[in-house]
Every structure is written in C-alpha cells, then in structure tokens.
C-alpha cells in the first residue's frame, strides 16, 4: 500500500536531514511532503486541520516545535510549555482522525534531573526535570501520555523517538536561542572574521560559556534522519525509543570546543565564563534498546561531523539561521 509522509518541522535541522536522506534513496511507494510554519500554524486547529485535509497524510513524522539552547529555555519556561502543548495536541488530535501513524520527537533533555545514570526509555516520568527548562519538557513528556491514551481508548499507533543534543547543516545559529553547537559555531565565526580585525589570529580569545565542565551526548542530523526513517517504517511500539550515540561516545564541553577550534583552525585561546550556566550536569542517555534493534547501525565520527557542520556554515552563511 503507497503511503503519504507528511513531516511537520520539515523546514527545521531535523526536517532538513530527513529530506536529504530520502532525496538520496526514494521509495516508490512513499510520497514525502515536508512542511513548515509557513504552510500552516500548528498552534492553531483550524489550519492544521486544512493542511491535514490537503495532504491525507497516512503517516506522520511530528518534528514542529519551540525548540532552543539551554539560555533560551530559561527565560521562556511558559511559551515552551505552551506552545508545544498546542502543537502536539493538534497534530495527534489530527492524526488521530486521519488514522495515521505518529512518530513524535521528545528528548534525552526532558528526564528527571535528579536520576541514576545511565537514563533509559522507562524513567521519562521518575522525577522533576531540571529547572531550567520545565516548559519543554513537560509539554514533550505529555507527547508519550498522549501517545498511551491514544493507544489504549482508540488503537492509534503513535510512538516517540528520544534523541539526545542533535546538530548539522540547517541548525538555527541564532545567539541566545541556539544550543551549544550551533552557538559556538556562530560567536567563533564572529570572533575570527568579524571582530577585533585589527588583532593576530593567534591574539583572538574564544569564551565558552559555563565551565566547560558538563557532558553532552551528540548526535549528527543525519543519523538521527536514518533512525527516525527507520522507525517510521519499522517500529511499530507505542514505547518511546531513545536516538542517542553511545555512552561512550559523551564528551564534555571543554572538548566539543576544542573540536569545533580545530574544525575552523583557530590558533587563540578558548577560556571558560562560569558567568554562565551550566544547566544540567549531564543526561548520559543509554541506547541498549535501539543497539538491540539496529546492531548494524554506524553513526558518523563525532569530528567528522562537527567539520562538516562547520563546513556548511561557512559555505552556507548568508542563508543560515543567525
Ligand atoms: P528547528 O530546527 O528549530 O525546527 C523547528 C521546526 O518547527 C521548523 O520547521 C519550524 O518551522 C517548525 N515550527 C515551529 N513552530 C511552528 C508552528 N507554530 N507551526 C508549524 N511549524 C512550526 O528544530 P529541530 O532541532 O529540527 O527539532 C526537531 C524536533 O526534534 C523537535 O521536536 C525537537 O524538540 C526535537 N529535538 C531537537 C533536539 C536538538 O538538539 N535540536 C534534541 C532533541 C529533540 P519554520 O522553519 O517555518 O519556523
Ligand atoms: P542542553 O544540552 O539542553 O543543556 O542545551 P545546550 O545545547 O544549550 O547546551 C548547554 C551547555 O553548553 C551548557 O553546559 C552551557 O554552559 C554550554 N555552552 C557553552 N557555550 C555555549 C553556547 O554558546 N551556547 C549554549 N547554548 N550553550 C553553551
């Protein structure tokens, strides 16, 4: 049976990636249609109703979001609940009449701030998230209560996907909205190309905000776009499965910025601002349940990667979200 794919976020990171991946390998049977904000606000039911009667889509990949860093997340607890509580519950609302299938994004970054580690897909609801970002996760665990409602009053099948800190070409570089990756990218450029041309490059200082002491897992757009196509085509549980490189594979601020130093060869001096938070110590996430379903699976080389996103912006930065 031929099936319609609509991607809501289709304009975003993740939307992005997905839509490269498919344009590479094209499935017969598969109609895919990407959409953004412009084609319809999902905070509102009456045109994500219309958008939903336009395309009749047979499945759904729910990616649109308020999505942002650690510093945007602490100033606007209220929109990010909010927002993502409208869009989740009229995008499900609408899958639900569609009879479509659901895969909805949560993340590694909405669990119990006080917690064991490693954190796995059973303890999303074991505790308070961090303060720093109450909003978003509350209206992201909702995603997986609804998906059980769903499940157990009507048989909808809608799953959810947990993926850690994600980043890639299409990410949204814009300073104090962006997460760590996307805003180191962003004030290193400045720093090197736009600031202070009077100074040697080797004279040039790059603050990293924090102590550079927490740990992050990361994970590049374009293996999360693998996994999520895979899930849609194959995974056909309600319970949420956790995207997320290895726990070996977490590494701590200090030496993502190292990293992405050496993508752009920055000869100055990285220092740490600890004026800046933290925010959480780590959220090591474990990935037993997909390594048990995908052993096959190779996610791409961590400083590889951060080099092609690096590249991307540089080759991208006029039309870059900055
Ligand atoms: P993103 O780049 O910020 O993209 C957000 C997408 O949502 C865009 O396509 C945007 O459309 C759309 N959107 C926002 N508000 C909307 C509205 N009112 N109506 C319709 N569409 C709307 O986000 P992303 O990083 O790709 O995130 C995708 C998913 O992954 C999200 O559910 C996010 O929570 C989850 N996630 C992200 C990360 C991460 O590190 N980035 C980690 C874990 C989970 P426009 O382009 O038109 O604005
Ligand atoms: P999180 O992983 O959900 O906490 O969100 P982020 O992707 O925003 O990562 C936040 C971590 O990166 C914190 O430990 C910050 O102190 C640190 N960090 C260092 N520099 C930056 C920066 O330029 N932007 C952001 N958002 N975080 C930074």
């Not at 602490?74 to 479509?100: I, S, T």
């Not at 990756?181 to 080797?202: F, V």
């Not at 040039?204 to 996994?227: C, H, M, N, W």
Request: aromatic share 10%.
């Amino acid at each position: 049976m031929s099936r319609t794919v609509l991607v809501t976020g289709g304009t975003g990171l993740v939307g992005k990636a997905i839509e490269a991946v498919i344009s590479e390998k094209q499935s017969k049977d598969e109609r895919w249609i990407f959409v953004g904000s412009k084609d319809a606000d999902l905070t509102n039911i009456n045109s994500s109703r219309a958008l939903f009667e336009k395309h009749k889509p047979t499945h759904v990949i729910h990616l649109a979001a308020m999505v942002g860093g650690l510093y945007h997340n602490m100033g606007n607890n209220l929109d990010f609940l909010r927002k993502n509580m409208q869009m989740n519950d009229n995008v499900l609302l609408l899958c639900h009449e569609h009879k479509a299938k659901a895969v909805s994004c949560l993340s590694t970054c909405i669990f119990p701030d006080k917690t064991p580690y490693p954190i796995d897909e059973t303890m999303i609801h074991s505790g308070p998230p961090h303060d720093s970002n109450y909003g978003y996760s509350y209206a992201k665990r909702l995603i997986d209560i609804t998906n059980r409602a769903y499940h157990d009053q009507h048989g909808d099948l809608f799953t959810s996907v947990v993926p850690c800190n994600v980043f890639g070409p299409f990410d949204n570089f814009t300073p104090g909205v962006s997460h760590v990756i996307p805003g180191m990218i962003h004030r290193l450029h400045e720093i090197m190309y736009l600031k202070d041309p009077e100074k040697q490059q080797d004279e040039k200082v790059f603050p990293v905000y924090g102590t550079g002491k927490p740990l992050r897992q990361f994970i590049f757009s374009e293996d999360l776009a693998k996994l999520i196509i895979w899930v849609l085509r194959s995974y056909d549980s309600v319970s949420p499965i956790i995207l997320s490189v290895d726990e070996e594979a977490e590494v701590s601020i200090a030496q993502l910025a190292e990293s992405i130093a050496k993508s752009f060869e920055f000869k100055g001096k990285l220092i740490f601002d600890d004026s800046y938070a933290d925010g959480q110590y780590k959220k090591t996430a474990s990935n037993a349940k997909l390594r048990k379903l995908r052993p096959d699976f190779r996610f791409t080389d961590f400083d590889a990667a951060i080099q092609r996103t690096v590249d991307w912006y540089l080759k991208n930065y006029d039309q870059a979200r900055k």
